[in-house]
């Protein structure tokens, strides 16, 4: 059996596509969905996301603006600069780019922004909000991944679904995301004694650790569901993931390729944020 791949590139199209739409209804009533993005210093892997972030918005219909300084910028100034972002009512969306230097507090960056412009989904209300079920901006990545699996209609309802890795961005928001859609969840981590043991039982299973080959062929029950949000280098200084891709098609029923896969779902539900934050203004 070969798994069915999860084109990541295809659903975000047709996203971006509805998010063009609905935000071409919001300019006819003169709103124009506004997203800031704040970039402080040179990490080349951050200039890269942030200028495919900024691109994505421009060919949605939104309205971005970038914000570049440089890496001895002061804690104080750019607390300051996200204040003003606050404030400001062109804005909708306020995502500032990690990691940030080490002389900045990024938690404390992070609890600056607006909950209403917290984009990015990792403010401590968005955090709550998602644990209790109210209204409030999702992390993008595993939002991402939810869709991807509303896409081939997969219902999650008393299923067991695996989760490897723990981080606040990936992680544990994803698994209550899962837990809302009532899958019974399991969340392994670098502790977790025998992860085999927990995968072979998982219908569902996403691999968030950032360590290729974290999850191989033997680990996978026959016709599970893998998830793969990993970003990592192969030895030939490829692109690849966490999944023993090659390995795992074989077991699994339907499974997410890198590249192509869950990245580009996670700047298309930063762009739906970004809507939303100004539709509901």
Same mark, same amino acid.
């Given at each position: 059996m070969t798994a069915q791949l999860i084109d990541g590139n295809a659903l975000s199209k047709q996203l971006r596509a509805q998010v063009a739409e609905r935000a071409a209804a919001l300019?006819?009533? @003169?709103? *124009?969905?506004?997203?800031?993005? *704040?970039?402080?210093?040179? !990490?080349?892997?951050?200039?890269?996301?942030?200028?495919?972030?900024?691109?994505?918005?421009?060919?949605?219909?939104?309205? /971005?603006?970038?914000e570049k300084h440089p890496a001895d910028l002061s804690e104080a100034a750019l607390l300051a600069r996200v204040e003003a972002l606050n404030n400001d009512p062109a804005i909708h969306g306020i995502l500032v780019q990690l990691p940030l230097p080490a002389h900045i507090d990024a938690q404390k960056v992070i609890e600056a922004i607006a909950p209403a412009k917290d984009v990015?989904?990792?403010?401590?209300?968005? %955090?709550? %909000? $998602?644990?209790? @079920? /109210?209204?409030?901006?999702?992390?993008?990545?595993?939002? =991402?991944?939810?869709?991807?699996?509303?896409? *081939?209609?997969?219902?999650?309802?008393?299923?067991?679904?695996? +989760?490897? @890795?723990?981080? !606040? *961005?990936?992680?544990?928001?994803?698994?209550?995301?899962?837990?809302?859609?009532n899958a019974t969840v399991t969340l392994c981590h670098s502790?977790?004694?025998?992860?085999?043991?927990?995968? $072979?039982?998982?219908?569902?299973? +996403?691999?968030? +650790? @950032?360590?290729?080959n974290v999850l191989t062929a033997d680990m996978v029950k026959p016709g599970a569901v893998v998830i793969d949000?990993?970003?990592?280098? !192969?030895?030939? =200084?490829?692109?690849?993931?966490? +999944?023993?891709?090659?390995?795992?098609?074989?077991?699994?029923g339907y499974i997410t390729p890198v590249p192509g896969g869950v990245g580009p779902m996670t700047i298309t539900m930063l762009l739906v944020n970004t809507l939303e934050a100004a539709e509901r203004c």
């Open positions: 300019r006819a009533r @003169g709103v *124009i969905p506004g997203l800031a993005v *704040i970039l402080v210093g040179e !990490n080349p892997a951050s200039q890269v996301y942030v200028r495919n972030k900024v691109k994505a918005c421009e060919d949605s219909g939104l309205y /971005s603006v970038l990015d989904g990792f403010h401590v209300a968005s %955090a709550g %909000a $998602l644990m209790t @079920g /109210s209204s409030g901006f999702w992390p993008c990545t595993p939002n =991402g991944c939810m869709k991807m699996l509303e896409s *081939i209609h997969y219902d999650l309802r008393g299923k067991h679904a695996v +989760v490897i @890795g723990r981080s !606040n *961005i990936v992680g544990k928001p994803m698994a209550l995301m899962l837990l809302q859609k502790a977790t004694h025998n992860l085999k043991a927990m995968t $072979l039982q998982a219908d569902v299973i +996403v691999a968030a +650790v @950032g360590k290729r949000v990993g970003m990592n280098r !192969n030895d030939e =200084g490829k692109l690849c993931g966490d +999944v023993d891709f090659d390995g795992v098609k074989e077991v699994a």
